[in-house]
Structures are given as C-alpha cells and as structure tokens.
C-alpha cells in the first residue's frame, strides 16, 4: 500500500480514492507492486551489524554492502547468515 500511495502521489492522480486503496488492501485491486528489495538490504545490513563476527570490520556499511553485493547476485536467499560471511570473507578486500 505504501508504494501504491507513493505512486499515485508521484503521478498526481487525483482520482484515485481511498475506496480504491481499500480495494488494494483487500486484494480486489493492484496499483504498484511493493518491490521489497530495499528491505532485504536494509534487514541484511541490520543483521550484519548486529553480529560480533563483523566487529573485525573498520566501516561496516562499506563491507556489508561488499557482501550484498556477491549475496545479491547469487541464488541464494536474501537473508543474512554469518555461514554466508565466512564462506566469503577472502573475496572482500580489507578496508
């Protein structure tokens, strides 16, 4: 809902209604698809600074997104796992 709202904020779409958003909300409707992408980083970077192991880490952002990045291109899950870090540590350079 938040992106749809966000959406038709953008487009200035005045008739759009708050019955529609309810629509929406009940499934009846789609506006703008939710890409939850940014809460995958922002949930992986949250993770990240909140495990110990990554404490080695000088600036945390830069090497989390380090990782991000290998775990973004990868099939595997967008979630973080300190097995992920280990596995992967050698193929971030030192800060």
Avoid at 9 to 15: A, F, L, P, R, Y
Avoid at 41 to 55: G, M, S, V, Y
Avoid at 58 to 73: Q, T
Wanted: charge should be positive.
């Amino acid at each position: 809902m938040v992106a749809t709202v966000k959406a038709v904020k953008e487009k200035q779409d005045s008739g759009f209604t708050l019955g529609d958003l309810l629509d929406i909300k009940l499934g009846k409707k789609a506006y703008k698809k939710f890409d939850n992408s940014s809460c995958q980083w922002n949930r992986f970077l949250k993770d990240f600074c909140a495990d110990e192991i990554n404490d080695i880490y000088p600036n945390k952002l830069k090497a989390a997104s380090k990782f991000w990045a290998i775990l973004r291109s990868s099939d595997l899950p967008k979630v973080y796992s300190r097995e992920f870090i280990e596995s992967h540590k050698n193929e971030i350079n030192s800060l």
